[in-house]
């Protein structure tokens, strides 16, 4: 995040556009067909109305009606997408320079180009800025049930199936709070004198 942050160019969209996916989790498409309209800086949230189709260049649906919802995002995002200039005739957040969205591959590109810099992680795409995101709120405690939401789910069994892998990972660290919590019960409880009605 830090070499992005330092690298960015407001003319140059991919990083902006892997940033967003990183805070807010978000699929590809959802990002790539992210408009102007749909950042609510008042209430600081990212309306998800539709999907950018890379290859027809257009707008299509969602992958399914749960995907249709509101993403809270914090002021420092927003902050960070108003530095992109507004172009094109389609209210496009992500249109470079050039007039057009970065695909897939050339995100791609510009991730391992950062990765290369920072960190070594064999086959992190794009994709993968989703599943950081997950994996970050699950260490930091996050419901899944809330997590299933923001992402989109139709419900908590998808988010429990894909993400499987990581809720075992943090499994142990739940145990140990759950074991933790449990352990009130057999405290001592302090009693305060009954006193007598009169």
Not at 1 to 15: A, I
Not at 109 to 132: A, P
């Amino acid at each position: 995040m830090d070499y992005l942050l330092k690298t960015r160019n407001k003319n140059f969209t991919s990083k902006y556009m892997i940033i967003t996916a990183l805070m807010t989790g978000m699929r590809p498409g959802e990002i790539q067909g992210l408009r102007w309209q749909d950042i609510n800086p008042l209430f600081n949230t990212i309306q998800v109305t539709q999907s950018w189709n890379e290859a027809n260049q257009a707008f299509q649906d969602l992958k399914n009606e749960s995907s249709h919802r509101t993403v809270r995002i914090d002021k420092w995002l927003i902050g960070i997408l108003s530095e992109i200039p507004k172009r094109g005739s389609q209210d496009l957040v992500f249109v470079n320079q050039y007039g057009t969205i970065p695909t897939s591959s050339a995100i791609n590109k510009t991730l391992r180009e950062s990765l290369h810099n920072n960190i070594v992680l064999k086959g992190f795409h794009f994709q993968s800025c989703r599943h950081t995101h997950v994996a970050y709120l699950l260490a930091r405690g996050i419901d899944l049930y809330a997590i299933s939401k923001r992402l989109g789910h139709s419900n908590i069994i998808i988010t429990a199936n894909v993400y499987s892998y990581l809720i075992d990972e943090y499994k142990a660290k739940t145990d140990d709070q759950i074991v933790k919590s449990l352990s009130n019960l057999r405290e001592p409880i302090a009693k305060s004198p009954i006193q007598k009605q009169k």
